[in-house]
């Protein structure tokens, strides 16, 4: 069965394969953000995008993962990777203080953060569960 998505979502290569390189990665990536960034997503669009989740989730698990790490971990090595520093965070966060008080466990990541950091570092929102 093809389903049918419209031209401007489709991957260039056509039906969504598994994930062999941080290229196609980057692609079905941004095919999956313009999908969930549309306001009323047909039947398939939806199916489409479940399909690039699985399959994005998939490679990360394999590629990406790292090993039992706290969410707090997860991100302070997320900010190290990315040269950012306490105040960088705080578009995601609201203000300094959050970012520090989530920084030192004093406070934990609610769904929001999870949903702005797992999008500024292109990462699965599981990473900080």
Not at 25 to 54: F, I, R
Not at 70 to 82: F, G, K, Q
């Amino acid at each position: 069965m093809m389903i049918a998505v419209p031209e401007k979502y489709a991957l260039e290569v056509g039906s969504p394969t598994p994930i062999t390189s941080e290229r196609q990665h980057g692609q079905y990536l941004s095919v999956l953000d313009k999908l969930a960034s549309k306001d009323n997503p047909t039947t398939e669009e939806e199916k489409y995008a479940e399909v690039l989740m699985t399959l994005i989730e998939a490679y990360e698990e394999e590629h990406h993962s790292i090993p039992d790490a706290s969410p707090v971990e997860v991100l302070r090595t997320l900010m190290d990777a990315n040269d950012l520093r306490q105040k960088d965070l705080v578009p995601i966060f609201g203000s300094e203080s959050i970012v520090s008080e989530v920084l030192h466990k004093k406070r934990g990541l609610n769904k929001t953060h999870i949903e702005k950091l797992s999008k500024r570092f292109s990462v699965s929102p599981a990473v900080f569960f």
